[in-house]
């Protein structure tokens, strides 16, 4: 691999984050987030990276600023501090791309971390070096929670100068702040096994990324219409979104991807934590090509004969069956109120349990109180159930070690188009690599993959490379397009219009209900629009014409209900099935 062809610079020499600061100045707070973009009309690179970027464990100048610590933990230095990283790149063009992309257990007592492709150029100011940068994120450890960032670096053929990297943003309801440092690096040239795939794999991933225009431009592009795209994003706090568009006919819209200080230099690669969309695009993904691939309604099997540790369970799991846990309706709960077994310090002591066999436990561990398929009770416990049945199924089938997470990214992820970065790792038990896949949260979305999950599933109906991958029935069922099955109503939630079928919710909008009178809907209307949603405030919210409208952020707002009215203006996307 060569660098390519350089072009001459069109930019005037930088004043923030110069090579003299990245070979010696100190990093005294956090700078616009643009000095980590590869600038407009930038040469290109004059030497090849290929081998590992090696940074130790201290800083050599920095700080952070912590803006929000609800739990207390910014004192710990355990979470001042980042992991020590060893991490291999190629690079193909004035591209960067890290050979292991997705999440990364770091064996850090508080962080992991993902490392997201980057860019490589050449600057008159830099001393002949070039200079190269890349995304960051540190996940906290054993929840979903994201905090990204960016790094930089000089590179001259043989080595490396200092590293500045900073997190200026995040998705995580109790704890924001700004960090930035300086610390030291090593370059250790070698050849990567498998580069040659490695850079056609990024290459062909660029080049499939869905067409992005800005979110105004949905407006122009739809004049008749009449879309106010002052709608999308209301309800929600601006500062608390960070990223927000639509999908529609082919072109993905968006917000422009902000930080506290200006624009993400990688919006393309920014990684936004799923939380419990991960209900819909894990376990019950799962769940539907399991049954297809298999033959066999994989839904109506018990519980209890996949996972025998049911046994120990102080509540009823005779006749509970997998679609009965996708449902959230087990019937095994301490309270029938609306999330107060969610939001209580039970679930607390599931979710924050590393080992399988402590999770499992904790899992099972509620007492009896309906029927099965009875009553709506949402417990993301439930769900890690669910996912770990499936695995036990997937086992049988393709014997010991078959992991439920590497079958999802070679039968339906890597078909339907998402991101090596997606596909790569979720969170799991034990905080390994080969632990149980958590089920009801621990994915990590870009726009392109919110965009290409909703395509699949609400416009090709579960269908890519012209094969049907999906059980299709159930997929009609989750998306409400089955009249005889929409699931079981939310009681509980006090909205008479929010339903949940298979880990999908979805809002009734009809016109005679009084819920729905400030919208101005004309009489008669009546449609049924499903979703995913994650407890931060993030939403992929699929209309019957096609179209999707998506946010994460983390204010706890969940509001989607303004923009649901515009898009219900457009006509059906190009490919959208009949209604």
């Not at 100048?61 to 004192?75: F, I, K, P």
């Not at 398929?373 to 086992?395: M, Q, V």
């Not at 579960?462 to 049907?468: D, E, L, T, V, Y």
């Not at 409208?549 to 190009?574: I, M």
Request: aromatic share 12%.
């Amino acid at each position: 691999m060569t660098a390519g062809p350089a072009r001459a610079a069109r930019h005037p020499r930088r004043s923030v984050l110069t090579a003299e600061e990245l070979r010696g100045g100190r990093a005294t707070g956090p700078v616009d987030d643009s000095a980590f973009a590869i600038p407009a009309g930038a040469a290109g690179p004059r030497h090849c990276f290929s081998g590992s970027l090696v940074l130790g464990a201290q800083d050599h100048s920095g700080g952070w600023t912590v803006l929000t610590d609800e739990r207390g933990l910014a004192a710990s230095a355990v979470y001042r501090s980042l992991p020590e990283m060893d991490l291999t790149f190629v690079q193909t063009g004035d591209h960067l791309v890290p050979v292991t992309q997705g999440l990364q257990y770091t064996g850090h007592a508080a962080w992991n971390v993902i490392v997201g492709p980057g860019r490589i150029w050449h600057e008159d100011g830099d001393g002949g070096a070039d200079r190269a940068a890349f995304p960051f994120t540190l996940c906290h450890r054993n929840s979903n929670d994201t905090f990204n960032g960016a790094m930089t670096f000089l590179f001259d053929g043989g080595g490396v100068s200092d590293v500045r990297f900073q997190i200026t943003q995040e998705i995580c309801t109790w704890l924001r702040f700004d960090r930035w440092g300086r610390r030291r690096a090593a370059y250790v040239r070698k050849t990567v096994p498998g580069s040659a795939r490695l850079r056609r794999a990024h290459l062909a991933e660029v080049a499939d990324r869905i067409p992005v225009r800005p979110l105004e431009q949905l407006a122009a592009d739809h004049p008749a219409a009449g879309i106010d795209v002052a709608n999308f994003g209301r309800g929600v706090t601006a500062s608390a979104i960070s990223a927000l568009g639509v999908y529609y006919n082919g072109v993905n819209y968006t917000a422009a991807a902000r930080t506290r200080h200006g624009l993400y230099a990688f919006p393309e690669s920014l990684r936004l934590a799923s939380y419990s969309l991960a209900k819909t695009a894990l376990t019950n993904l799962a769940r539907l090509r399991l049954s297809r691939k298999y033959g066999e309604d994989v839904g109506s099997l018990l519980v209890r004969e996949l996972v025998p540790e049911a046994a120990g369970s102080p509540g009823d799991w005779s006749a509970v069956t997998v679609d009965n846990v996708l449902d959230m309706a087990t019937g095994n709960y301490a309270s029938p109120g609306y999330e107060v077994d969610e939001d209580g310090k039970a679930m607390d002591s599931f979710v924050f349990a590393e080992p399988e066999d402590r999770k499992t436990t904790l899992a099972f561990d509620w007492p009896h109180a309906a029927r099965p398929g009875t009553y709506w009770n949402y417990r993301t416990s439930d769900i890690y159930l669910a996912a770990l049945a499936l695995s036990r199924y997937l086992e049988r089938k393709e014997g010991d070690g078959a992991d439920l997470y590497a079958f999802l990214d070679e039968e339906v992820y890597r078909p339907a188009g998402l991101s090596a970065g997606f596909r790569a790792q979720c969170l799991r038990t034990d905080n390994s690599a080969t632990g149980q896949p958590l089920g009801g949260y621990g994915l990590y979305f870009t726009q392109d993959d919110a965009a290409k999950l909703s395509r699949f599933l609400n416009v090709d109906l579960g269908r890519a490379g012209g094969r049907q991958l999906l059980d299709r029935k159930n997929l009609l069922a989750a998306l409400q397009r089955d009249p005889a099955d929409h699931g079981l109503p939310c009681l509980s939630s006090g909205k008479s219009y929010l339903y949940y079928n298979q880990c999908t919710w979805a809002v009734h909008v009809e016109a005679a209900n009084p819920a729905f009178d400030e919208y101005g809907y004309p009489a008669g209307t009546d449609f049924w629009v499903p979703s995913m949603s994650g407890v931060s405030g993030d939403e992929i919210v699929m209309m019957p014409n096609g179209a999707t409208y998506y946010y994460f952020s983390d204010n706890l707002e969940y509001a989607y209900l303004w923009p649901v009215f515009e898009l219900h203006k457009l006509p059906a996307a190009e490919g959208t099935p009949g209604w």
